[in-house]
């Protein structure tokens, strides 16, 4: 069981952002819910919700800060090496400060909705593409 949650763990690591065009620009289907600032710091809160539906794909990106989620609604995703792996209802990971992730595709006919909560430097885009 140990290994299977540590392989659901790092499949969750691969999908915590949504389709992003080659300039790292916000998903189309990420609906924010709040944004605020993070109490004496330069940092700033911001809560949303993400839909990707089947046949749509994430970028490899990064965060400058981290990325909690936690799965609504699960699906299979698809990923770079082809491997299709079941993403639950129910699954909570953190995406780490600057550490790419994505890189992942929806298959099959459920659309995956997570929750994201991201504590992010302020001022600096939501997702950027790793250099």
């Known amino acids: 069981m140990l290994a299977s949650s540590r392989g659901i763990i790092l499949t969750l690591v691969w999908a915590a952002a949504l389709v992003l065009t080659a300039h790292a620009q916000e998903p ?3 609906k924010e819910l709040k944004r605020a600032d993070l109490t004496g710091t330069n940092m700033e809160v911001v809560e949303s919700v993400i839909e990707v539906k089947p046949g749509e794909a994430l970028v490899l990106h990064i965060h400058h800060g981290e990325e909690a989620f936690y ?3 699960g699906a299979t995703i698809e990923l770079p090496d082809g491997k299709q792996v079941p993403f639950p209802a129910g699954t909570a990971g953190i995406n780490r400060r600057d550490v790419p992730h994505g890189a992942l595709k929806v298959v099959g006919d459920k659309t995956l909705r997570y929750l994201t909560v991201h504590v992010v430097d302020k001022g600096m885009p939501l997702y ?3 250099k």
């Open 71 to 73: 799965v609504l609604d």
């Open 28 to 30: 189309q289907s990420r």
């Open 128 to 130: 950027d593409i790793p």
